[in-house]
């Protein structure tokens, strides 16, 4: 028995070997956070950071807490909201790439938002 393929089913068996080979390279090449990895490479955090925000680890955390999770922050700021910020290296680029950082917003006391921000 001898399968043929017509020309659509062909482009669609395409697009999806793509989309699996990449989905695939995408999950193999991110790290999973870990507290323990995230204080002690503070230049590969970039690596960490995709898997920390989708997990929505730190909403709902008290500052303490986050502190405790990702330790100290590189800056802070306070008005009507407090705000930690953290560094978190440059990922590779052939490009100059600007270094990002982890904001995390807290409103009474509690992570409302963690988001990336360029410098």
């Not at 695939?24 to 323990?36: A, H």
């Not at 925000?53 to 986050?66: D, F, N, P, R």
């Not at 802070?76 to 909201?81: D, E, G, I, M």
Request: aromatic residues 12%; neutral net charge; proline residues 3%.
């Amino acid at each position: 028995m001898k399968l043929r393929l017509n020309r659509k089913n062909t482009i669609g068996l395409i697009f999806f070997l793509a989309f699996v080979i990449s989905t695939s390279l995408i999950f193999q090449f991110e790290e999973r956070f870990t507290t323990e990895n995230w204080k002690s490479n503070h230049t590969t955090r970039y690596k960490m950071v995709d898997d920390l925000i989708e997990s929505q680890l730190l909403i709902g955390k008290t500052s303490e807490e986050v502190i405790e999770i990702l330790g100290h922050p590189s800056t802070t700021r306070y008005k009507k909201s407090e705000l930690f910020v953290y560094n978190i290296g440059k990922e590779p680029s052939f490009f100059e790439a600007q270094p990002d950082r982890l904001v995390v917003i807290f409103v009474d006391n509690k992570v409302d938002l963690v988001s990336l921000a360029v410098e």
